[in-house]
Structure formats: C-alpha cells, structure tokens
C-alpha cells in the first residue's frame, strides 16, 4: 500500500526544470522544489535582469534568494528510492500548451497520440491500449489527435454526423437526414471525404506540377543569370586585353617617334655647330687680318709703308667662304602633322568600331529580353530544311529520302573512308550548319537521340568524347521506351513520360536557347537549356535497335 501511495504522488517529487527525481533537492521562498543545479541555472539565465523567479508559480524574488540544501527533503527522497519510485516520462511525452492531452491522464496529463472519433476522446499510447486489445473498441474509428471532436456530435440530437448533406453543403447525423434534411441529396460523411480527396489530390498535383516548372524555369533564370556574369566577365577580360595591346602599340609607336625626333635633333644640331665653329674661326682670323690692316694704315713712314705693303695687300686678297645659304629651318611640322593625321583616323575608327561595339550590346540585351514563342506557327517562321551528311553515318546506317532519314540496319555498309565518319556510334551529322534562329523537327522510332553538335566532336573510337550527349561540346534528348531523357556532358536529366513520335527542336544559338517540344496538337515543352554557344552547331541523330528509323520533316 504505501508503494501505490507513492506512485499516486510520485509528481510532488518531480523537478519542474528537468522532470526527473529530485536532486539536492532546494526550496524557494514560495514553497516549491527543485533539484539545487536545476534552479541555479534557471536564475543564472535571470541575473541580468536583476529579478528572480519561480518556475511554475512566476513569483518574483529581489534580490536573489540564497538556497540551502534542503535536508529533511533529501532524506526522503532516498527513503522513496528504495520503495520503487519511478522517474517521471520524459518532458517531450507531456502535452504542451498547444498540444492534445489525453483525456483519461490525471495530474500532468501525457500527449495523446490518437483520437477515437466514437468516444469523442482522445488517450495518450497507455490509454489507447484498450482500443487494440478489446474487441469492444475495433471498430471505433482512431485519427489524428484533435481538440475538436465535439464539432463531429450534432447540437440538436448529439448524435455523431457521420453522413454529409450535399444540398446544404455541412455534416449531418442521422436524424437530420430524416428531419431537416429529408430529401436533401445526402452521402455518407466517409464517402464525400473519399471524393473531395480525390479533387484535392487533382488540384495538389496541378500545383506541384506549376511547382516543377517554377523551380525549372527558376534554376533556368539562375543559368541565365551565371550566364550572364561569365560572359560579361569573360568580355570585359577579352576587352581589357585587346586595349591594353591597343594602348601598348600606340605607346611603343609613340616611342619608335620620339626616339627618331632625338636622333634627328641631333644629327642637324652637330651640323649646324660644325658650320657655326667654321664660321667663328672666319671671324676670328678676318679680325686679325683687319688689325693689320689697320696698323699698316696707321703708319705715317712711307718708306715702312710701302715695304710691308705687299704682303698685307697678299694678305687682304686672301679668299673666304662666302656667304652660307641657311634654309628655313621647318622643324618637325612635318612629323607633328602626321601624328595629328594618325590621331585623326584612329578617332574616326574607335569612334565606327564603338559604334558597333554599343551596337552589339544592344543586341545581347534583347536576345536576352525576347520572349521565346509558343505556337507550333510561330516555331514555322524559323523552320529549315535539314539533310543528313552520308560522309558522318556509322557504316550501320542506311540514308533515305533524299538524305532525310537514317535507319538502322545491323550490317556493315560499303561506305568509302572518311575522317567525318563516325566509326563506333551510329550516329550522323546534318550537312548544313545551324546558326541564329532555327526550327525543325525529326520523326522517330523505338530508341533515338535527337542532338545538336559542334563540328570537331570527335568521330573515331568509343570514348565518351564521341557520343551525342556525352561531353562538353554535344546536347542531346533520349527517347527510350515512351520515357525521355536529357543529356549533356554525360549527365542525365529526367523528365515526364509524354509520348509522341514526333519532337520539335527550336534553337537560338545567339541567346544560347535550345528547347525540345513533343510535337502533337499542341507544343508541350519537355526541356530547355540555357547556355553559350560558341561555335556553329549541327543537328545530329543516333539510331539503334531492329526497325529503329529517324528522319527530318518536311515543314510546311
């Protein structure tokens, strides 16, 4: 007996903070226990605040109490110990503030884990034991567990509303049937759930359906977008390099100038001071030539005069230079005019090639803006007519229809050797090469990849590097067994099953658009690639299996 007390009481011996047996067992001034660690780290939260509370009761305490380990509580716990007294569950099985409780629990009630829509009750998993054990409960309806179970009784006979009026459109029980409701179009409430399921599983899959093609066409807008920043990145890197040459040509032009104006500034300069030292040596010797005459001039002895005549009269007869014919001198006006010149035609054609260049920018921006069409006579304005080249078949392909459609035949065919030819895959490239906007669509059998390639994909061997589809320079969509996939750099991409026989693909190679539609009354999208294409392309076809066929439509 005094075992079953404690277990009746077994929750004045539980700490709050951590639901476990009292440890160090503490009392605050408002009366309640806990485990001494417990309350202490409650408060240490609190001491910012400068107010202490109580746990359960919210009473304030200022300043902090001081706890003392409460003796006569600690005994007493180690007393219950040994009687058998048991934890408390776990804090995560107690129903919270916003949960459903159990209906049978008394004290701290647990979470109720089913609700029974006959009892209009709802039992934690001890309580709900019963409905599994006893035949009496099987057949009552467990669910979810709910606060609101008596929105299922019938406030005019409490009785439960187990059938639906589908004239007034609310749940019902069985005496409104026969009463207000008579002759209503009634169903049973399990019933009319079983329907309006059936339209919301409708509606849910319509919604993740938009969901899909939301979250493709985001990542496709992500694509853009990096995209976008490579490419920009990659031309302003490009650009930078072809002007940086620019301006280092120019620089070194501007050096080769400037070191032939030093070498023919000096050049005319130590000829000018070779003639100007010539002439100063002139001067010099016509002055002393002057002095003597001067002095013989000045002698007033004719005798002396007249002997030293003759030799200063030799003297004076003496030749010079005469007179130098000194050009205009004209500068460097001539290399001056021709760097204005340069100057001017270098403008003239930044200025053209600028224009070009905005030109061009222009036109990335509306590639990139323009919507892509829809209608199978819209795709019709870009339609080309595509031949298969003979000169690329793998030598188990059979070319027909004028070049249009390849089969597969399972025997080697005579073909002459060819670098082109494709020599493990059978595979074949279109002759023609596909640039700006292009539309045409290809008719198939049981297993064909519908691609387009860079021309040098290579051709010899079996490697990865020779598949449409599976490497970097080759997109491709497989058709196998009424499913298709996607492939690029030998990654496949899923898609929803859609059979048709024949498949559009529409290409805008400047705004890197490829897009596959299933060709039928309609255009219904299977997948869209988003890139840069940075080579021409060409539309290729693999074909495999007995009766396997492909071929290029005629668009009209």
Known sequence: MAQKGVQLDQESFICSICLDLLKEPVTTPCGHSYCMNCIKSFWDEEDQKGIHSCPQCRKTFVPRPVLEKSTMLAVLMEQLKKTGLRAAPADHCYAGPEQVACDVCAGRKLKAIKSCSVCLASYCEKHLQPHYDSATFRKHVLVEPSENLQENVCSLHNELTKMFCRTDQQCICYLCSVDEHKGHDLVSAAAERTERQSELKVRRDKILQKILDNEKDVKLLQEEVETINQTADKTVEESERIFTELIRLIQDRLSDVKQQIRSQQETEVSRVKEVQEKLEREITELKREDAELKRLSNTEDPNQF???????????????????????????????????????????????????????????????????????????????????????????????????????????????????????????????????????????????????????????????????????????????????????????????????????????????????????????????????????????????????????????
């Open 306 to 556: 007249l002997r030293n005549y003759p030799s200063v009269s030799a003297l004076s007869e003496s030749t010079h230079s005469s007179s130098i014919n000194i050009r205009p001198w004209r500068g460097f006006k001539d290399v001056t005019s021709a760097a204005l010149e340069l100057r001017d035609k270098l403008q003239d054609v930044l200025r053209d090639n600028w224009t070009n260049i905005s030109l061009t920018l222009t036109d990335v921006d509306v590639l990139l803006s323009q919507p892509e069409t829809k209608s199978r006579a819209d795709f019709l304005k870009y339609s080309c007519e595509l031949t298969l080249d003979p000169n690329t078949a793998h030598t188990q392909l059979v070319l027909s229809e004028g070049n249009r459609k390849v089969s597969f035949t399972g025997q080697h065919q005579s073909y002459s050797s060819h670098p082109n030819r494709f020599t493990n895959w059978n595979q074949v490239m279109s002759r023609e090469s596909l640039t700006g906007r292009c539309y045409w669509e290809v008719e198939y059998g049981t297993v064909v990849y519908i691609a387009v390639t860079y021309k040098n994909i290579n051709r010899a061997g079996g490697g990865s590097d020779c598949g449409f589809g599976r490497n970097d320079k080759s997109w491709a969509l497989y058709y196998f067994c009424d499913c298709y996939q996607f492939l690029h750099n030998n990654i496949f991409t899923s898609m929803s099953s859609l059979k048709s026989s024949k498949v559009g693909v529409y290409l805008d190679h400047s705004a890197g658009i490829l897009s596959f539609y299933s060709v039928s009354d309609t255009m219904t999208l299977l997948h869209r690639v988003q890139t840069t294409f940075t080579q021409p392309l060409y539309a290729g076809l693999w074909v495999y299996g007995a009766g396997s066929t492909a071929k290029f439509c005629k668009l009209t």
